[in-house]
């Protein structure tokens, strides 16, 4: 199973794009082999989702202030995390007041062994962080580009059946 997951912190303008592609995304791309989730509710808690689901791969939209021009997006695939054990200390107290961003949620669930052995991140440069519900000019065109890739992204990473068309096996657990 594929488990497509938006990132991000709800109602801080461009940041809370990830909910908005999760809820988008699951209108079309859910199904048997691909599970789609808002995962906003802390990294720590996102990290027992992920050892609960065990999903063969993970594919992660959100937005990240990485110093980018605002709007571009960005994929890329996450190397298994080796963190010191103090980093990973680090990165649970950070999460455990229910704080969520995609590079914590990477730090978390790497380090308490959680992620799946294919992890794909989708990551959009904000053009504005404060509270608000509305997406920026940029992120909006930059949203669809981000739902695009990750469409891309689960049709690669669904092996083809005899017949040609997308299954997964059964996931053990």
């Known amino acids: 199973m594929i488990l497509v997951g938006g990132v991000g912190q709800l109602w801080q303008g461009d940041l809370d794009l990830g909910r908005r592609a999760a809820e988008r995304l699951a209108l079309e791309l859910a199904g048997p082999d691909v599970y789609v989730e808002d995962l906003y509710y802390g990294a720590v808690a996102v990290a027992q989702r992920l050892d609960e689901l065990r999903p063969e791969a993970l594919v992660v939209v959100g937005a990240t202030s990485r110093g980018r021009p605002p709007g571009i997006v960005e994929v890329r695939t996450v190397a298994v995390l080796s963190l010191a054990e103090d980093a990973v200390q680090l990165a649970v107290a950070d999460a455990v007041t229910g704080y969520v961003a995609v ?3 990477l730090e978390v ?8 052995p294919v992890t794909v991140v989708v990551d959009v440069e904000p053009a504005t962080v404060e509270p608000g519900d509305d997406l920026s000019p940029e992120a909006t065109a930059a949203l669809e580009q981000a739902m695009d890739m990750v469409r891309a992204e689960v049709a690669a990473l669904r092996p083809a059946g005899p017949d040609g068309s997308a299954s997964f096996p059964a996931t053990a657990g």
């Open 103 to 105: 590079d914590l949620l």
């Open 109 to 116: 669930a790497g380090g308490l062994g959680a992620l799946p």
